[in-house]
């Protein structure tokens, strides 16, 4: 089909002519002036940091790998999972964990950075942990502390976006461990938040778990089950309700997650959904599926679009 339906070659050439001749300075209908970009981002999920697997020596490799980027990026969100796991660890455990996650942020990392909460940085909700809700640090409290988070959930302006940090790991019922949701008092704020948010302005959501992802589709047992089988820990189990939400703003341009160590790109009703896979990979244990170790590069622009690119690092999977 030709890309100019009511105009011919000859015609389309006589106008162009006409509107050079005219100053030199006029543009084809199509062209639109050139998008700027105003941040590129890391977005880091998923580094699950542990004492074991030299996972401290794999996150610095992979903060080397973003800050030697040729094209290097102005902050680094982390996507939650941040640590191996506190939902189901002693309270000596967690701290460890909290510690190495320090040392390696002091040594390695001069980005700015922000971050989520994963539902592996709770602490105590797993029967093995040993915590009661009574103890200092309890459930999130500890992961917000250590993240230096304003609150589970917040607000920021960066570089004419908003960015909106949800906390999507929620308490589960008989069947889940923990559900992927928001809780009624953080709905309502982001549904306020976003009513309150200029129209031209663009909004980025990072939350840990995915709102809407297509991968999650391919990590369960379907050929067994004959079902298409996504749990409500894997993916939100409100999806639609925030859909709906985000489709009435209007300006919630992308959301970016992690938890399912994959990769993939869902667009629905206007709004981008990224899952950035994980820099550890499948638990410091190599690829999950066909995704190794990685971030994303994320760049935003003054229109409110954006671009997205998986990276690798180079890490070898070690045995301990
Ligand atoms: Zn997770």
């Keep these: 089909m030709s890309r100019w ?50 996972a401290a020596e794999g996150f610095a490799k992979c903060l080397a790998h973003v800050q030697s980027q040729p094209d290097k990026p102005d902050l680094i969100l982390f996507g939650g999972d941040n640590i191996m796991d506190s939902f ?35 602490w105590g909700w797993g029967k093995k942990s040993g915590a009661s809700p009574e103890e200092p640090g309890y459930g999130k409290a500890w992961a917000v502390e250590e993240l230096r988070l304003p609150k589970r959930y917040f607000a920021v302006e960066k570089a004419g976006w908003k960015f909106i940090i949800l906390d999507s790991t929620h308490v589960g019922d008989s069947r889940h461990g923990y559900l992927g949701k928001l809780d009624d008092e953080q709905f309502d704020w982001l549904a306020a938040e976003l009513k309150a948010t200029p129209k031209d302005k663009p909004i980025l ?27 409500g820990s894997w993916m939100h189990i409100d999806t639609r309700k925030l859909t709906a939400l985000f489709h009435q703003s209007g300006n919630v341009k992308v959301c970016l997650s992690g ?3 994959m990769v993939d790109e869902v667009n629905y009703l206007g709004t981008t959904y990224y899952c950035d896979g994980a820099v550890s990979g499948a638990w410091w244990g190599g690829k999950y599926h066909q995704f190794g170790e990685g971030y994303a590069l994320i760049d935003l622009y003054d229109d409110g679009t954006t671009s997205r690119e998986f990276v690798t690092y180079g890490w070898e999977a070690k045995k301990s």
């Design 5 to 54: 339906p009511d105009l011919s070659r000859r015609k389309f050439l006589t106008v162009a002519a006409a509107l050079m001749g005219a100053g030199g300075l006029a543009r084809s209908a199509e062209e639109k002036p050139a998008r700027r970009r105003v941040l590129r981002l890391a977005h880091l999920t998923d580094v699950h940091l542990q004492p074991e697997k030299q």
């Design 88 to 122: 189901d660890q002693t309270k000596d455990r967690t701290r460890i964990q909290w510690e190495l996650w320090h040392r390696v942020l002091k040594s390695d990392c001069s980005l700015p950075y922000l971050s989520c909460i994963g539902n592996h940085d709770v």
């Design 205 to 231: 959501i990072l939350s840990h778990i995915p709102i809407l992802a297509a991968c999650v589709f391919l990590d369960g047992n379907n050929e067994k089950t004959g079902d298409w089988v996504v749990p």
């Design 259 to 261: 938890h399912t160590h």
